[in-house]
């Protein structure tokens, strides 16, 4: 399966600024996805990275606070824009290769903490 | 994609197996039943997946009923960094409909105990 490499692996952020998270993957892949994991949640899908497009976004999510990049297929980036205490989340990529009927390949996550 | 129901929370001692239970009555034909697991400060790992035969391989076994509305992953020896929130997930194949992603709910924590 796929090898994925999310970057930072952690930061603190001062409210008002904003930070790009990278996702780098070892092979081409079909999909690539965003999600947060809020602190004590499960995780909740933020958008579908599109290459060559714009991303697909889930209810609740908008392109303003999140614009998320895909120019190839083995990377993709999410901005959090204009970060307030409530960002404060494990962010994770995950990707599906095609024709694999297995599962999905999970990033070890960003963990962001705003102050 | 239809919905699971998981227990919140359960205890297994090192080195007995751990019986995770997940019920999902509304499954379609052609959802599979898949289970992943997430061990503290990592990301979700794929454990197994199946249509409607029971599956193994060397993290664990499924067994998912003859109506298909409740399975079982057996983790036949659990040990201590087994301890994990588990989180079972009904969906179409990827190669159905790879649009509609992983859609997670509770899971179960697993806590194995010495």
């Known amino acids: 399966s796929a090898v994925i490499s999310q970057k930072p692996s952690r930061d603190i952020c001062q409210r008002g600024t904003s930070l790009t998270i990278q996702c780098q993957v070892d092979?081409?892949?079909?999909?690539m996805f965003w999600y947060r994991q809020q602190p004590g949640q499960s995780l909740t899908l933020i958008a579908t990275a599109n290459q060559g497009s714009e991303a697909t976004y889930e209810s609740g999510f908008v392109i303003d606070k999140f614009p998320i990049s895909r120019p190839n297929l083995t990377f993709s980036t999410l901005t959090v824009s204009n970060m307030s205490p409530e960002d404060s989340s494990i962010y994770l990529c995950s990707v599906w290769e095609y024709p694999s009927n297995y599962g999905y390949t999970f990033g070890s996550g960003t963990r962001l903490t705003v102050v | 994609d239809a919905k699971t129901t998981q227990p919140p929370s359960m205890d297994c001692a090192e080195g007995r197996a751990a019986n995770l239970p997940c019920n999902h009555s509304t499954i379609s034909g052609n959802e599979y039943v898949y289970w992943y697991r997430q061990i503290h400060s990592q990301g979700p790992q794929y454990i197994i997946h199946?249509?409607?035969n029971n599956e193994t391989n060397e993290m664990a076994s499924l067994i998912i009923t003859e109506d298909r509305k409740s399975s079982t992953l057996i983790l036949p020896h659990a040990t201590l960094r087994d301890t994990a929130v588990y989180y079972c997930i009904v969906r179409v194949s990827p190669k159905t409909n790879a649009g509609n992603m992983l859609t997670f709910g509770g899971g179960t924590r697993l806590m194995v105990k010495p």
């Open positions: 199946g249509l409607k």
């Open positions: 092979s081409q892949v079909t999909m």
